[in-house]
């Protein structure tokens, strides 16, 4: 079995965002992290590895720093890294960065292709379902738990309130929740090798059956009309009751709000 992860490398919202003149992250410029669903995503294809011997390629596509969470993949278990990195890609918007991936992985073989559900930097939620869309793949997205049956991948999926059971014929694609498990930490040996271990670099010439006009900045239909960092929440509303006012208080907040 073969199994294609693709992480993000996203700014560590905890320690402030940046923007450049024209509303894009400034990347370079902030501390950085692997996208939570998307370690979620590599734990599950680590544990297909425990249990199948499967073998398992990571993909990002970034600057050449983003090398850092390539590594930090392989000392965590996978097989192998693959970094796509071109300035013709910069400023993606999702469409380009899944038709991007989707270009790079028709030069790989594959089984099952896993994404995490959405990223910290977006949360659109869009790359995984758009990279099968380009390759023609069954997709199921919001994972809670994945198995092996044959020939096919049967997913327990979230939805509201209870959750759903698809199974699909593989290859196919999976979306993954940072809630389908708990990604085990890097091994000191895994992190020697890791350091050790080549990286697979591609750019815009490694890209199979991808029009320029999809790539990059330019190749983006998504346009920002406006950017800013977190917005402060005021202090809110503070009243003096005693119990049975502030229930009533609070019931009425609530009717206001239609949430009850």
């Known amino acids: 079995m073969k199994v294609i992860v693709c992480v993000k490398q996203v700014p560590d919202t905890k320690g402030g965002v940046q923007f450049n003149p024209d509303g894009t992250l400034n990347r370079a410029a ?8 998307d370690k979620a995503g590599l734990e599950a294809a680590l544990r297909l590895k425990d249990q199948y011997g499967a073998e398992v390629t990571v993909i990002t596509m970034g600057l050449p720093k983003a090398e850092d969470v390539l590594r930090e993949a392989m000392a965590m278990g996978a097989d192998k890294g693959i970094l796509v990195t071109d300035r013709v890609l910069g400023g993606a918007d ?16 594959y089984d099952l292709i896993i994404t ?20 023609g793949l069954p997709v199921i997205s919001y994972a809670e738990d994945i198995k092996i049956d044959g020939d096919s991948v049967v997913v327990k999926r979230q ?4 959750y759903h059971m698809v199974k699909a014929k593989m290859p196919a694609l999976i979306t993954a929740l ?16 890791a350091l050790d271990a080549e990286i ?21 239909p998504t346009k920002i009309a406006k950017a800013s ?14 119990a049975e006012e502030s229930v009533a208080y609070l019931v009425g907040k609530l009717k206001d709000k239609h949430i009850v």
């Open 229 to 242: 960092d977190k917005v402060r929440k005021g202090s809110g509303e503070k009243v003096n009751l005693d």
């Open 200 to 220: 697979t670099t591609w750019g815009r010439a490694n890209l199979v059956d991808v029009d320029d006009s999809n790539l990059g900045l330019k190749g983006s």
């Open 116 to 135: 995490g559900r959405q990223a910290i930097d977006g949360d659109t939620a869009q790359v995984g379902p758009q990279i099968a869309e380009h390759l």
């Open 94 to 109: 999702t469409w380009a960065t899944s038709t991007t991936l989707a270009g790079a992985i028709r030069n790989l073989e």
């Open 178 to 193: 940072s809630e389908l498990n708990d990604p085990r930490y890097m091994t000191p040996g895994g992190i020697f090798d």
């Open 159 to 162: 939805y509201e309130d209870r």
């Open 30 to 37: 902030m501390l950085t992290i692997m996208n939570p669903d």
